[in-house]
């Protein structure tokens, strides 16, 4: 008996039967774009492995002018055929199933040579899309379906069509991207022409034993954006047209809501999918921050779905399906859906991976192959670095003895999941504590390990970590100063509060100060009403018209960097607008460019710029530090001058800009050669 029967019970789509009703949703990994397609191949074959019932590969362009980016991946021409064969070969080995994603780019393509309903440049790009004639419209049609037989010739089980997300045939359904007046444009029946079209001529290209998943956008989240009643009718003319199954899309890349960022509540849009269910006979398939078993199973036992879309857990993963299928979902590594080192590699044109699963895509790479040399590991510091060393190490073979100062394991991610809108962060915990359970494995916590705990092991592994940097500024006595960490742990700081230092650490301890109550990620009707959130059957595009209603700031804070920039510049590149934008509705002060003269029990002085001109007191209750940190080498240093060898991994090695994921990998990769 299993704890998920409707997430592993099979589904079949135009005659092909999926083993259960997971679907790993597409994803850009930039792995195409190296060119090696035996790594594509391993990358997904590791996913089929893992039980994945139906991949959905990244998103491929029909044609150069429908291209994320110049040179993006494509089926171009036949040629590119037996690049394909070789990820569907290797998919199909593992007993999987794979559909190529057709994408369109339309305005969103990063290149002058951009095409679109209407010449309406869109506010995330700088090109101006080129109006396509009707011509131009009949040759981007054919060279989708072009692109769909050329993925059945490559061996794929079906194709989805990319009608969501702002993209080509998105652009053509609402008003503000496509301003036509021929037979494209105007009413919407015209304006659905083009992706029922689509659907249409796919299904021609493919034949009727294809799988068609279309990917429909069931909330635009753009001002202008489609209605309810618009969605349906789409969905039942595609439907009507040949596709198999209905995608969930949510947002247009360029609304100004977030859609899948941690704060986001778990499974925060499914109940739009619940809600088209009805309206049409095929199934339909729920998505976004969905991540667990659990919330997967949930869904589809209360009919709000088919089956359900998981993109990035699968990065976090490869073996999901199979971990839950055989009792292990506490195993199941968590997506913490912070974007690290997916899309934020992905938009600095990088290659992604995950920040709990460096492996992902690079599976040919970094191998944890199983030791012969087992060995006696001693690692010190149970925080992110040092309980990745602890937990591939064992599973290579060696055995392990982990030490912390602390009575828990987690270090600084025990102070991360009590930030508001950082949840994720007890799963992640929670699953490393679940690895850390292992006979290989020794715990030693609550005692500082000293260098004679170390002596006798044969590799030593320092993970220390960090100590918060005193910025040393002048104090008066009876000024109340806290750290971040007596604040993240419910320090009492009054109404008022300036906090010293704006990296990610300054967003998250205000973003703690300025909430108070229920967080809105777990309560998601708050969360809607915090982002104006309401639904395409009220107002269109799902788009509050009075807009965000945030709940009122629990305190008044400020947020001071000495940089002359704006706060917040360095955060994520997909997050940090949301952090910023969060606190800029709980009227957060952030000032840029600012010295720190003294603090006194009226507050913090601070001054302006390199003269130190227009010096003014910032009235608080309370000052937190937040002004970055330094490596707690203590020990590292002692066993430098014991000449004791050893490995310095984490914050212990470099404090500069450390995050957990260069930590993870850094572990990973050290524990992998051990
Ligand atoms: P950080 O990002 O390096 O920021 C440190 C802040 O302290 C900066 O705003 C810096 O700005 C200021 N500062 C540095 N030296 C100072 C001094 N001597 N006096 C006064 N201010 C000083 O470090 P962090 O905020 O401690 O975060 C540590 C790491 O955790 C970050 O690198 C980040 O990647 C990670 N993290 C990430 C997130 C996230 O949301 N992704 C959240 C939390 C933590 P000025 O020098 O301009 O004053
Ligand atoms: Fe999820 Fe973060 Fe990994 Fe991306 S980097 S897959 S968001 S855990």
Redesign the pocket.
Known sequence: MTDYPHLLSPITLAGVTLRNRSLMGSMHTGLEETGDWGRVAAFYAARAKGGAGLIVTGGMAPNREGGVFPGAAGLYSDKDIANHRRVTEAVHAEGGHIAMQILHAGRYAYSKDCVGPSAVKSPISPFPPRELDEEGIEAQIADIATAAARAIAAGYDGVEVMGSEGYFLNQFLVNHTNRRTDGWGGTYENRMRLPVEVVRRVRAAMGPAAVLIYRISLIDLVPDGSTWDEVVQLAKAVEAAGASVLNTGIGWHEARVPTIATSVPRAGFAHLTARLRPEVAIPVIASNRINTPEVAEGLLAAGAADMVSMARPWLADAAFIAKAASGRAREIAPCIA?N?ACLDHTFSGKLTSCLVNPRACHETELVYAATDCPKRVAVVGAGPAGMMTAIVASQRGHRVTLFDKGNEVGGQLNL?KRVPGKEEFHGLVEWFAALLRSPAIELRLGRAATVEDLLGFDEVVIATGVT??D???PTEPGSTVLS?IEVLKGAPVGRRVAV?????????VAETLVQDGVSPTVEPALWRAEWGVSTPWEDRGGLDPKGPQPHPPAREVHL????AEK?GR???KT?GWI?RASLAMKRVRMQ?GVN?DRITPEGLWISHGPNREAPELVAVDAVV?????EPDRGLSEELDRRGIRHHRIGGADVA?????KRAIDQAARLAAGL
């Open positions: 912070c690290q991360a918060p940097r910025p040393g500024i971040y010293v230092g704006a990296g990610g650490i300054g967003f998250d001071l960097q000495r940089k706060p360095h955060l994520g997050t952090h840029g720190y530090l937040c002004a970055g940190q500069a800009e450390l995050d957990a």
